[in-house]
């Protein structure tokens, strides 16, 4: 069984620690921060023995070498296609790579888009994604192209309906504003609406989601259903032949009216 436990960094960072019960040893995934992630490792007495990285942006990777000083020789697993300092073992497509005191196995799922290298980690139900698929969004394009983003989100697209989606930020709120910006009559938007602003109101997080929900209500998931593609061609005022160019089109409005 692994447990896993969002640690809050910056203003709407989550940065995951994983956790096997009975273990004395915890990995950090995307660590923008170090502060958080040791006082999290004292207040349970645990020590870190891995890092694993999505994607090269600072708000992920900023806590790798003050954590690497803290415990020395610890495993940092990332990307092998993107410059990022402090990384010992560089992953690809389909590796199944063994990290130091979890006994869990990830596959890497190389997702770019986002980032040109950017990869996801999925396995035991769970799915890693950095900034690739939010919840009831995705990342902006900032080095690799919207076709890559599009096709890094039919991927994910394709997993099991019912995997746990640890995206690295507390954006649900806002994204689903512009969800509903897309598909203005959608019962499900709405009621998720509802039910993440209840949970905010309690103080809570509203990740992890749930792929099937976000299949439901996200819309850059949804570009093959016919009311994302009409919202998509109304807003570039011209016919749209594929699900790549309804993403583009969807993401450059969000991008250019909405964030």
Known sequence: MLEVTPVKAFKDNFIWMLHNPGSETAVAVDPGESAPVLAWL????????????????????????????????????????????????????????????LQADFTVLEVPGHTEGHIAYFGEGLLFCGDTLFSAGCGGIFGGTHEQMHASLQRIAALPADTLVYCAHEYTLANLGFAKWVEPESEAILRREQEVKALLAQGENTVPSILQTELETNPFLRVGTP??????????????GSGAEVFTAIRRWKDREYD
Do not use: C, W
């Not at 954590?67 to 992953?91: D, S, T, Y």
């Not at 009311?227 to 749209?240: K, P, S, T």
């Open 42 to 101: 004292e207040q349970r007495g645990l020590r870190l023995s891995a890092i694993l990285i999505t994607h090269k942006h600072i708000d992920h990777t900023g806590g790798v070498m003050d954590l690497q000083f803290a415990f020395p020789g610890i495993a940092v697993l990332g990307p092998a296609n993107e410059p990022i300092r402090g990384i010992k073992v560089r992953v690809k497509e389909g590796e199944h790579p063994e990290i130091p005191g």
């Open 227 to 240: 009311a994302v593609q009409a919202a998509a061609e109304r807003y570039v005022g011209h016919a749209l």
